[in-house]
């Protein structure tokens, strides 16, 4: 391979990167306003006296049948809770990785 084809296959992998690069600080800044703005409330709200009685309400029939209540499903919550467990260990080992490389 000669220079300039080097030069422009390293110029798109650049490139391609980069868009990922700024994909991903967008997501960063979105999930971190969302830890703030819902997630923090969900692992507050699950397992409280407030979702133990809203779970009683719903059990009863006090909750309209239009209303929907995945918050009041075990699996919802919990579920949502290990993917963002999931997404937490794959930043460390990423970090890892990138640390270990400088």
Same mark, same amino acid.
């Given at each position: 391979?000669?220079?300039?084809?080097?030069?422009?296959?390293?110029?798109?992998?650049?490139?391609?990167?980069?868009?990922?690069?700024?994909?991903?600080?967008? %997501?960063?800044?979105? #999930? +971190?306003?969302?830890? !703030?703005?819902?997630?923090?409330? =969900?692992?507050?709200?699950?397992?409280?006296?407030?979702?133990?009685?809203?779970?009683?309400?719903?059990?009863?029939?006090?909750?309209?049948?239009?209303?929907?209540?995945?918050?009041?499903?075990?699996?919802? %919550?919990?579920?949502? #809770? +290990?993917?963002?467990? !999931?997404?937490?260990?794959?930043? =460390?080992?990423?970090?890892?990785?990138?640390?270990?490389?400088?």
């Amino acid at each position: 391979m000669d220079s300039i084809e080097r030069i422009k296959m390293m110029e798109e992998k650049m490139n391609r990167h980069q868009e990922v690069t700024n994909q991903l600080l967008e %997501l960063l800044e979105k #999930f +971190g306003n969302s830890f !703030e703005e819902n997630y923090k409330d =969900l692992d507050h709200y699950y397992g409280s006296q407030e979702y133990q009685d809203d779970l009683a309400a719903y059990d009863q029939g006090k909750v309209p049948e239009d209303i929907f209540c995945g918050v009041l499903s075990e699996d919802g %919550l919990w579920d949502l #809770f +290990g993917d963002n467990q !999931e997404i937490l260990a794959e930043f =460390l080992e990423l970090s890892c990785k990138l640390v270990r490389r400088y």
